[in-house]
């Protein structure tokens, strides 16, 4: 069996826009392929997809070679398992959910199946909507529909394109949480465009960073968002997303404790109830991390972290610096004025301590 992950490699030249990448990425979870409106994003969808005639080009997909231009291979994009999501999903108007939904499960044979409809359903949680007609359907409902169209045909990969884009934000915040369940409970992988940092902070495990048509920076999340060589990708939302595990909830004042992984550590945040040992990812904007050379006492400030200092990179506005730090690892970026780095004397290696407000932590 060929190894896991997905390897992408795709040269595709339009008039005025070339599109270079060469990829490893992970063969499960989901990576956000985040960058600026024309900087390829959706090209390199539609390269994957097998839409467009690439130069050069190489697609394997957990073990699966779809595409190799060295020996002439190209999959056509019926025959590719992936599933497909636009901004705005193209359900069959004259079909109600159910129909809809069974259209593209028909059409893979049983022993090929791997999603069922019953799962599918319960996933998006759109039971209620089934026989309705799409027209009958707000944005939200409708997407949820076409994701679970899309998990039908049982793919191997799965291309969301701004799945929530032409979405208000009351209406994105009811559908991440069935977004996160995919993530939680089935194996596909899922490559997800967006603009939204916020998504990609909550969805992804991998981050592509693209701008005008190459690949800027691919890696983890976490590491890939602290990295202090890509200003102009992060720029005001400069932050970093900490994953810890749920230690303790204090039902009095709200409040969730995270251990943050491989430390004794924990990230204070409000929030409602969690079960002890679950998983929780919370952001931290760069703007929100104040530093401290002793330990302060008497704070509003809730949580008080031991860091060590890495590196640092102008901020953006000239009287300001982003601060790479690490509390037993895990990423942290401070973005503080120039004035204070000079007065707190700051060098790689520093300890000292990062103070985060508990109310100014994202989960
Ligand atoms: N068929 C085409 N012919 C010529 N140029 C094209 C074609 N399709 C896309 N382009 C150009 O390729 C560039 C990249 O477009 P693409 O849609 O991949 O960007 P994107 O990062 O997905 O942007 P957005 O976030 O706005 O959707 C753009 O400059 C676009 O105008």
Same mark, same amino acid.
């Given at each position: 069996m060929a190894a896991e992950g997905i390897e992408a490699r795709f040269r595709l030249d339009y008039p005025q826009f070339a599109l270079d990448v060469d990829l490893l990425l992970p063969g499960r979870g989901v990576t956000a392929l985040y960058? +600026?409106?024309? *900087?390829g994003k959706t090209s390199l969808l539609r390269c994957i997809a097998g839409l467009e005639r690439a130069g050069r080009s190489y697609l394997r997909v957990n073990g699966e070679v779809w595409q190799d231009s060295a020996s002439r291979l190209c999959v056509p994009t019926h025959r590719r398992a992936l599933g497909y999501v636009f901004q705005e999903a193209s359900l069959f108007?004259?079909?109600s959910v159910r129909r809809n939904l069974e259209f593209g499960y028909r059409r893979i044979a049983a022993a090929q199946r791997r999603v069922s409809l019953e799962q599918a359903v319960e996933l998006l949680g759109i039971g209620h909507l089934l026989?309705? @007609? +799409?027209?009958? !359907?707000s944005g939200g409902e409708r997407q949820r529909v076409g994701i679970a169209r899309a998990l039908l045909t049982s793919p191997r990969l799965l291309l969301l394109d701004? +799945? @929530?884009?032409? !979405?208000?934000l009351k209406r994105k915040g009811e559908i991440l949480p069935y977004l996160e369940r995919l993530h939680d409970e089935l194996e596909i992988p899922v490559l997800y465009v967006s603009h939204a940092p916020d998504e990609v902070a909550r969805l992804a495990d991998h981050l592509v960073l693209f701008e005008e048509g190459r690949v800027l920076a691919s890696g983890p999340l976490g590491e890939t968002l602290a990295r202090l060589d890509l200003p102009t990708a992060l720029g005001d939302d400069a932050g970093v997303v900490v994953e810890g595990r749920? $230690?303790?909830?204090d039902p009095i004042y709200d409040l969730l404790s995270l251990k943050l992984p491989a430390s004794e550590q924990t990230l204070r945040v409000a929030h409602a109830p969690l079960a002890l040992g679950r998983r929780l990812r919370c952001k931290v904007q760069a703007r929100d991390v104040s530093l401290s050379l002793q330990r302060p006492?008497? $704070? *509003?400030? !809730?949580n008080l972290l031991p860091a060590t200092v890495c590196g640092e990179m102008p901020a953006g506005s000239g009287a300001h610096v982003l601060v790479r730090l690490e509390v037993d690892g895990t990423p942290l970026l401070a973005r503080i004025t120039r004035y204070s780095r000079d007065q707190l004397n700051l060098h790689p290696g520093q300890q000292l301590w990062a103070q985060v407000k508990a109310v100014a932590v994202l989960a």
């Open positions: 960058g +600026p409106s024309g *900087s108007a004259h079909l026989e309705r @007609l +799409p027209d009958r !359907l701004e +799945p @929530l884009a032409a !979405l208000d749920v $230690s303790a909830f006492g008497h $704070s *509003s400030i !809730l």
